[in-house]
């Protein structure tokens, strides 16, 4: 049997806000996918890759799993040894979730009991993303794994809070003039350093208070009226998301994205938000224009995500 592909995902709504309890909507993105393999280790990627793995190993090796989701650690040492690497074009440092696709991949294939993403309860769901959150903790400090379990059940997740995720429906992307898009700020951004901006600004009052009464409630409010297609109030409170985090997510917004991120506000074109946790990598682009927001954006790599 071939080993599944993993794919990239994307958070379209909740970046930072999960940490504090906002919602957050995830979708996976296909375009950018991993897998593990065995080869005779020729390449510096495959070498890197192997030596990753045999360091992570170690880490796996000491972490307290609970029963039902033991990993056959012995056996991922062995393959280690035989030449596993993981083969993948998913960006590091984008956004797009390349340590999640790496950790669901090895739970898959080294997990005792055995998923079906279809069948999985929502406390399976709970439980899964306590585990994913032990394992990528390793790449970036404290992680919620949220990354793993998108990329693990390859279906879209709603954040309901902290503590709760479902299996959501998203609409169906269509051919309209709207879009929902992707623009490479042509750096890459470290999660762990930006998480710690976050946790620092955290520390006043200020920007605590803001961040529970105005960034979730924009966030959420996009949630929703994104999952019942509701373009008015969608672009509405993303206007609302775009200028919030350009007054107070300015350190995570790369900048080579800023003029393009205030242009946007001052012609109400589009609207740029994070994508995951900035400093570069992916911006995300809402548009009701997407030919008109494409040329305003010129010199910008874009990629288009969805549709409407």
Known sequence: MTNPLFYAKILLFGEYGIIEDSQGLTLPYSFYKGTLKFSGLESDF???????????????????????????????????????????????????????ALVAAIFEKYSLKSYEPEQVSKDELKNLRTIFGQMESYFHGKSSGIDP??????????????????????????????????????????????????????????????MKEEFIRYNNA???????????????????????????????????????????????AYYLKLCGSGGGGYILGFTKDYSKAEKMLEGFHKEVIYRF
């Open 46 to 100: 495959e070498k890197k890759s192997n030596d990753s793995l045999l360091k992570y190993s170690e880490y796996l090796k000491d972490l307290k799993l609970p029963e039902t989701f033991q990993l056959n650690i012995s056996k991922f040492k062995k393959d280690i040894k035989k030449g596993l690497f993981f083969d993948s074009n998913i960006p590091q440092g984008y956004g797009v979730g390349s340590s999640g």
């Open 149 to 210: 379990l998108i990329c693990y059940m390859n279906l879209p997740i709603l954040i309901e809070s902290r503590d709760s995720v479902d299996k959501v429906t998203v609409p169906a992307s269509h051919e309209g003039k709207g879009a929902i898009f992707l623009i490479d700020s042509g750096m890459t951004g470290e999660t762990g350093p930006m998480v710690q901006i976050f946790f620092e600004k955290m520390k006043t009052e200020g920007f605590r208070k803001t």
């Open 222 to 268: 996009c949630i929703d009226a994104f999952l019942k297609k509701e373009m008015t109030p969608l672009f509405r409170n993303l206007k609302s998301l775009s200028v919030w985090a350009y007054e107070h997510f300015k350190p995570m917004i790369p900048e080579s994205i800023y003029n393009a991120w205030k242009k946007g506000l001052d012609t109400n």
